[in-house]
């Protein structure tokens, strides 16, 4: 989008100070991946629950995934602590208070309820946590949050129509619905009638598509789902018909470089197709799916990527941080806050370059 800012006088040098001090969207972050390990033993020692691991390092040290699969068994495992809604509320303020320090102003949140109510913990549960957490996020740390469920795609159909269900009561608190979990095998057409139900509801409709899986997912997602976002779609770079078509429909990518980079989906950040996508023309953001597992939260994914790769400059900058405003679901007076108070800061970075 046309800035009316002159960015291309910021020199590269005033980008990590640019970067920290900028209002930001986060629209990809699992709640449950924000769970640090030290929070992870509490809960523990809280609740009597046993972990396969002697103390924090060493869960630490076992955070070195080959793919989405082998960090997935380790995150799922994890969320076992999580028992109590003050287990739920204590893990989503920890995680607002970090948000809030990245300057974070809007957060679109996912919880993946099959995997507590498949341990016995009530839906009821999870939300009166959450929600707890996010009234006090609203009260005291300026952050607006919103709820995305999400439906775990390597379990069944049925199982997510049920857990629709289950989340009727709570229908006017959820923002949408979203799709993840193991990709591979696991096309968005087995979930087409689900969503279709939640599109019914008026929910929003996000599902996670080409992190590991093949464009075609890509296309599953935007097709058969309704996905008015796309949760990582890196792998659309494969498919230029696809490219064509996010570009045309300016389909937001949630993109979440560390995230890539812990899962094995890039060798290393400089490699990263972040470049790439943006002179695609396409609506990228940045976004930290799971910090606690991944290694950084979103000011450290912009303070890497900015690091990495030359050739990400002022403009791309802005660019990124104004798409995450402009891809969230909020309404269209608080994106116009956001953004002029990200345009606040942008110029008054370019006014300090141009009196040097
Ligand atoms: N659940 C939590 N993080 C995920 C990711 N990166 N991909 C799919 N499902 C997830
Ligand atoms: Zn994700």
Redesign the pocket.
């Known amino acids: 989008m046309p800035s009316p800012l002159p960015l291309a006088a910021i020199p590269r040098a005033a980008l990590p100070a640019l970067l920290a001090a900028a209002p930001k969207a986060e629209l990809h972050l699992?709640i449950?991946?924000t769970l640090e390990p030290e929070l992870m033993f509490a809960l523990a020692r809280r609740n009597g629950v046993a972990l396969p691991y002697a103390d924090v390092a060493a869960l630490r040290a076992a955070y070195a995934f080959a793919d989405?699969q082998s960090?997935?068994d380790l995150?799922y495992a994890g969320a076992s602590v999580l028992l109590t809604a003050q287990d739920f509320e204590d893990m989503a303020y920890a995680y607002f208070e970090r948000a809030a320090a990245d300057r974070i102003r809007r957060a679109e949140i996912?919880f993946?309820p099959q995997t507590h109510t498949a341990r016995g913990v009530p839906l009821a549960t999870v939300m009166a946590g959450l929600e707890a957490a996010i009234a006090r996020a609203a009260r005291d740390l300026n952050l607006s949050v919103a709820l995305i469920p999400?439906f775990l795609?390597h379990l069944s159909e049925a199982d997510a129509l049920q857990t629709l269900e289950a989340l009727l009561p709570y229908r006017a608190r959820l923002l949408g619905v979203g799709l993840?979990?193991?990709?591979r095998d696991h096309p968005p057409e087995k979930f087409s009638r689900v969503f279709a139900k939640a599109r019914e509801l008026g929910l929003r409709i996000v599902a996670?598509a080409g992190?590991?899986g093949p464009p075609a997912y890509i296309w599953g997602a935007l097709n058969a789902l309704g996905a008015e976002r796309i949760?990582?779609g890196v792998r659309c770079l494969e498919d230029p018909a696809l490219v064509a078509e996010l570009r045309r429909r300016a389909v937001p990518l949630t993109v979440?470089p560390l995230?890539n980079l812990k899962?094995c989906v890039v060798p290393d950040l400089a490699a990263h197709p972040l470049p790439e996508l943006l002179r695609q023309g396409l609506k990228v953001m940045l976004n930290s799916?799971?910090p606690a597992y991944f290694g950084g939260y979103l000011g450290e994914n912009l303070r890497q990527c900015f690091e990495a790769l030359p050739e990400l400059d002022a403009t791309a900058a802005y660019t990124l941080l104004r798409n995450g405003f402009e891809a969230s679901f909020a309404g269209p007076a608080e994106q116009a806050r956001w953004i002029a108070e990200l345009d606040e800061v942008f110029a008054g970075f370019s006014a300090a370059t141009e009196t040097r």
């Open positions: 699992h449950e991946g989405l960090f997935l995150y996912f993946d999400c795609r993840d979990s193991s990709e996670h992190e590991e949760d990582h979440c995230s899962l799916d799971d």
